[in-house]
């Protein structure tokens, strides 16, 4: 059985629920989903202990090299290896973690 809950919102986090709840069929299904998702989206942050490896490929503009340069080396030690090559006017990365 639902409990009923009572609390304050600002007025301006009070606007965004009433544009959310036009999805919903009421506030109050728009609220369980609202908690679902934070939930999940928390969930989903806690380390893992599982063992996991990636393949990345990243197709970009050649004016964006430095941005990319800087992504290789903050994540330097998540990335074993990185191959870079062009694809006609564009650069191709691929990173294997």
Request: hydrophobic content about 35%; glycine content about 2%; overall charge negative.
């Amino acid at each position: 059985m639902a409990k009923i809950v009572s609390f304050s919102l600002e007025e301006n986090d009070l606007k965004k629920l009433t544009e959310i709840e036009k999805k919903y069929r009421n506030r109050s299904e728009a609220l369980r989903a609202g908690i679902e998702h934070v939930f999940l989206e928390e969930r989903s942050l806690e380390p893992t202990t599982d063992y996991s490896e990636a393949i990345i490929i990243v197709v970009h503009n050649h004016h964006a090299e430095p941005d990319i340069s800087r992504l290789k080396h903050d994540f330097s030690n998540e990335i074993k290896t990185q191959v870079h090559n062009t694809l006609g006017k564009k650069c191709v990365e691929v990173f294997i973690t």
